[in-house]
T-cell receptor, first 117, second 111 residues
Framework: GAVVSQHPSRVICKSGTSVKIECRSL??????MFWYRQFPKQSLMLMAT?????????EQGVEKDKFLINHASLTLSTLTVTSAHPEDSSFYIC?????????????FGNGTRLTVT | GQNIDQPTEMTATEGAIVQINCTYQ??????LFWYQQHAGEAPTFLSY????GLEEKGRFSSFLSRSKGYSYLLLKELQMKDSASYLC????????????FGSGTRLQVQP
């Protein structure tokens, strides 16, 4: 079964509003979670690394004030798209490493399809 | 940076064998993953290579040659459900455990 739960799976919002996406690790603790974005027919691009108890690390070109990340507990990270615009419409996916092994595969949430009208 | 190159699309016949190639240019990485992704869904793990050589896992095998900057994913006994994108992914040697994804190869399996 799923080891990472992501919610909502789909969301449609109006331009200018904010949207929160939740990512939960099930039955394991995740001190680190990764947030990716994927545009149609393109690959996943890492947006930021969410760190429990500290500030997120953002990739170059990703606006910190627009994509707010909070990792308040060992099982929950949230991504808030603030003042969303149509160009923010994309597929957002979170992932988390399950075990302490550096080389263990990441487990992904099922993704959130965001459409901004 | 780490350029990862894969063919954009491939077509194969049900029951056949297909090899998806991946080449990369990078200064260092810990390992290379292959993930499968169906349209609109999250990627799922297929295989992981750290050392050179072949890793076999049922109908799927993955090969890595670090000296040649080359990997491939081999799918045998193709099934219709294998129609998906296949992502060549590097685990960079940065300590952050973040993955770097190739653009993916869309495989279409035909009857």
């Amino acid at each position: 079964g799923a080891v990472v739960s992501q919610h909502p799976s789909r969301v449609i919002c109006k331009s200018g509003t904010s949207v929160k996406i939740e990512c939960r690790s099930l039955d394991f603790q995740a001190t680190t979670m990764f947030w990716y974005r994927q545009f149609p027919k393109q690959s996943l691009m890492l947006m930021a690394t969410s760190n429990e108890g500290s500030k997120a690390t953002y990739e170059q070109g990703v606006e910190k004030d627009k994509f707010l990340i909070n990792h308040a507990s060992l099982t929950l990270s949230t991504l808030t798209v603030t003042s969303a615009h149509p160009e923010d419409s994309s597929f957002y996916i979170c992932s988390a490493p399950r075990t302490g092994s550096y080389n263990s595969p990441l487990h992904f949430g099922n993704g959130t399809r965001l459409t901004v009208t | 940076g780490q350029n990862i190159d894969q063919p954009t699309e491939m077509t194969a016949t049900e029951g056949a064998i297909v090899q998806i190639n991946c080449t990369y240019q990078t200064s260092g990485f810990n390992g290379l993953f292959w993930y499968q992704q169906h349209a609109g869904e999250a990627p799922t793990f297929l295989s992981y290579n750290v050392l050179d050589g072949l890793e076999e896992k049922g109908r799927f095998s993955s090969f890595l040659s670090r000296s040649k900057g080359y990997s491939y994913l081999l799918l045998k006994e193709l099934q219709m459900k294998d129609s998906a994108s296949y992502l060549c992914v590097l685990l960079m040697d940065t300590g952050r455990r973040a993955l770097t994804f190739g653009s993916g190869t869309r495989l279409q399996v035909q009857p």
